[in-house]
């Protein structure tokens, strides 16, 4: 996988968000934080829905944990994710998701981000002989938990294996075997 460079531009309208909401973010304001010219902005994101949506979609609102050797403990590395704070990028999408004009496509961005996430959970269950199934629950249990952390920050580090058992295990698995 590429790195790839920062994008000044994005960048700048994350930490304008961060710091001013989302609703202070427009072309001209954009532009001269970023030192360029409005056209420039509208060129690249022509509504700040288009906006808001990449930087959503780039965020790395939950990246996947590196491979703990079982589900149960991939699930505790993510929620154990959650408890770590916020930063600029999650400030700017939690600014945005405060904003209660959420588009369809900004909702669709933020699914694919989570989808990815228990994707590859699943895969490395999967070929680990582990059951799991991905299921809407489990998608609207981590999307829940994520909703709360952008709104309230990082979640406390004491409910972290409560999280993995009580709530995401059941999500993947099923409420039977999950309690195997």
Request: glycine content about 6%; hydrophobic content about 50%.
């Amino acid at each position: 996988m590429t790195s790839r460079a920062p994008d000044p531009l994005r960048a700048a309208a994350v930490r304008l968000a961060a710091e001013e909401g989302w609703s202070v973010v427009t072309p001209g304001l954009l532009a001269s934080r970023a030192g360029v010219t409005p056209d420039v902005v509208l060129g690249r994101w022509p509504a700040r829905s288009a906006l808001a949506v990449e930087v959503v979609a780039t965020a790395h609102l939950l990246p996947a944990p590196a491979d703990r050797g079982s589900l149960r403990a991939d699930l505790v590395a993510v929620a154990e994710g959650l408890g770590r704070p916020l930063s600029a990028t999650e400030e700017a999408v939690a600014a945005l998701l405060g904003d209660r004009h959420c588009s369809p496509e900004l909702t669709a961005a933020l699914d694919r981000a989570l989808q990815a996430l228990l994707g590859e959970l699943a895969a490395r269950a999967l070929a680990r002989d582990e059951p799991v199934r991905l299921t809407a629950p489990a998608s609207r249990a981590l999307r829940a938990l994520l909703a709360h952390r952008l709104a309230t920050g990082p979640l406390p580090a004491a409910c972290t294996e409560h999280l993995a058992d009580e709530v995401l295990l059941p999500a993947l698995l099923g409420p039977r075997l999950a309690r195997v």
